[in-house]
């Protein structure tokens, strides 16, 4: 989430998404503008739960979703899927804030100015067509840089130039063995592991960044402060930390549930 101009903006909606809001006390009928970075299934499978729910128990009077190709299909699935239920629950409700829900396109150039704020997009490199975000507020001249799931590559860098926050993937990272309840029963997804000997580099590993990857991308930009998200089960975090904090100068915060952070 992020409050811009007294703006509630959610980037992506994936697993859990609805009850993350909930255990934040954030209301979900303020949130009327959603950017999805790409559509992989860890960053949109919410998002139907969060259509109705920031509807019929927030009431939420509209809604735009900013995406790739395939935003408007997704869209149009919760029409095709719902349409009954959306009809039945519009008897129930004072609002209608399912029906109208807009979609627009966001494609390599993208860029809106909004009510106190602008957004520009810039495409990264994962195994799917996916977006970085940048959010400038006018008044307090703040910003901050979404990368969404990326490989490391210039362009970001230059993107995020003198960013206040760049919120930075950092998928690929060492398992913390300690972390692990039971080594033999919890699959850790050794396949985003840094550091795992013979590492097949065409694996996820290669579509996403590590701690060293952020804090280079990070100090080649000049931000301020670096948060490292995207964080799988059982990683090191500390290790996270130290690595990127090795090559970047700056504040570096590893992602937390329900962390706040303040340009």
């Given at each position: 989430m992020i409050d811009v101009a007294d703006d509630m903006v959610m980037i992506d909606c994936g697993p859990k998404t609805v009850?993350?809001?909930?255990?934040?006390?954030?209301?979900?009928?303020?949130?009327?503008?959603?950017?999805?970075?790409?559509?992989?299934?860890?960053?949109?499978?919410?998002?139907?739960?969060?259509?109705?729910t920031s509807w019929t128990e927030a009431g939420r009077g509209s809604l735009t979703v900013y995406g790739p190709d395939g935003t408007d299909r997704l869209v149009d699935a919760l029409y095709d899927v719902y349409t009954e239920d959306i009809e039945y629950r519009k008897d129930i409700?004072?609002?209608?804030?399912?029906?109208?829900?807009?979609?627009?396109?966001?494609?390599?150039?993208?860029?809106?100015?909004?009510?106190?704020?602008?957004?520009?997009?810039?495409?990264?490199?994962?195994s799917i067509e996916t977006y970085a975000y940048r959010f400038e507020e006018h008044e307090t001249g703040s910003s901050i840089v979404f990368s969404g799931d990326t490989r490391k590559i210039p362009s970001l860098a230059e993107f995020a130039e003198d960013a206040d926050i760049l919120i930075q993937d950092c998928n690929t990272a060492p398992v913390d063995e300690d972390r692990v309840?039971?080594?033999?029963e919890q699959?850790?997804?050794?396949?985003?592991?840094?550091?795992?000997?013979?590492?097949?580099?065409s694996t996820l590993t290669a579509n996403h960044c590590d701690a060293t990857d952020a804090g280079e991308i990070a100090q080649d930009a000049g931000v301020?402060?670096?948060?490292?998200?995207?964080?799988?089960?059982?990683?090191?975090?500390?290790?996270?930390?130290?690595?990127?904090?090795?090559?970047?100068?700056?504040?570096v915060v590893v992602a937390e549930d329900g962390l706040t952070l303040t340009p």
């Open positions: 009850y993350g809001l909930m255990d934040a006390d954030v209301d979900m009928g303020e949130i009327e503008t959603l950017f999805f970075t790409h559509h992989h299934m860890d960053h949109n499978a919410s998002f139907f739960h969060f259509a109705f409700y004072p609002t209608d804030g399912i029906s109208g829900i807009e979609t627009e396109l966001v494609t390599d150039g993208f860029s809106r100015q909004m009510d106190g704020w602008d957004i520009d997009a810039l495409p990264v490199e994962h309840p039971n080594a033999d699959f850790v997804w050794p396949q985003h592991a840094a550091g795992e000997e013979g590492l097949d580099r301020q402060t670096l948060v490292l998200t995207h964080i799988m089960p059982y990683r090191d975090l500390d290790a996270m930390q130290r690595d990127a904090e090795s090559v970047f100068d700056g504040d």
